[in-house]
């Protein structure tokens, strides 16, 4: 089982709540699909994440890779137990909330 980090938990949180504000169900049911998919790939094969997403390359950080899930940019650390340490929808400023 994949671990969270605690900003991700309060990243994944902030985002629940606001689809929640916002009456989004669907949106709510997206992004724990998304979560669920991201924690079997990663299971499946830690190396197979990328180094950045696609769309911030300067984001590469030796010991974290990137995978996309549904509309979801996840991070996680690429060590002996895998833990996922960021949640980013695709459009938002990654780099700025890095």
């Known amino acids: 089982m994949i671990g969270y980090s ?3 938990e309060r990243q ?3 985002l629940r709540h606001h689809y929640e504000d916002l009456g989004r169900t669907t949106a ?3 992004l724990i699909a998304a979560l669920d998919e991201a924690e079997g790939r990663i299971e499946r094969d830690p190396a197979a994440g990328l180094a950045a997403p696609r769309p ?3 984001l590469a950080r030796y010991g974290l890779a990137w995978i996309k899930s549904g509309r979801y940019w996840i ?3 690429t ?3 895998p ?3 960021g949640v980013f929808f695709e459009t938002a400023n990654i780099p700025r909330r890095m």
């Open 56 to 58: 911030y390359p300067k």
């Open 28 to 30: 709510v049911c997206a």
């Open 12 to 14: 994944i949180v902030a």
């Open 75 to 77: 991070a996680y650390s």
């Open 6 to 8: 605690a900003r991700a």
């Open 83 to 85: 833990v996922i340490v």
């Open 79 to 81: 060590g002996q137990s």
